[in-house]
């Protein structure tokens, strides 16, 4: 059975930084995105990762402050937060999807796996 479990959400500063982490069950030929739903609004996406993870994807609004990384020895993604907002308060998801191609997935109705997810509070 798949299994994605997220870890390293907390209470930061804005400004400050945070790290979380996803591991993952099985086989690692399969893409990785992160996703976020805070109160009251819709899940977006955040970042995403090829297989290889040569290719990465960002939505605007972590561009320049987020990063998103893996070792597959490990079966691990990790999203890097950096200079957090307020507004990235959310709870943080991340997703997988079996693929071949080298591509990183942008979709969220394209992932087959989630995680049960994440809180991160940015206090101001």
């Known amino acids: 059975q798949v299994q994605l479990v997220e870890s390293g959400g907390g209470l930061v500063q804005a400004g400050g930084s945070l790290r979380l982490s996803c591991t993952a069950s099985?086989?690692?030929?399969?893409?990785v995105g992160w996703f976020r739903r805070a109160p009251g609004k819709e899940r977006e996406f955040v970042a995403a990762i090829s297989l290889s993870g040569r290719l990465t994807d960002y939505t605007d609004s972590v561009k320049g402050r987020f990063t998103i990384s893996r070792d597959n020895a490990k079966n691990t993604v990790y999203l890097q937060m950096s200079s957090v907002k307020p507004e990235d308060t959310a709870v943080y998801y991340c997703?997988?999807?079996?693929?071949?191609?080298?591509?990183?997935?942008?979709?969220?109705?394209?992932?087959?796996?989630w995680g049960q997810g994440t809180q991160v509070t940015v206090s101001s």
């Open positions: 099985g086989r690692t030929v399969y893409a």
């Open positions: 997703a997988r999807k079996v693929m071949f191609q080298d591509i990183p997935v942008v979709r969220g109705e394209r992932y087959d796996y």
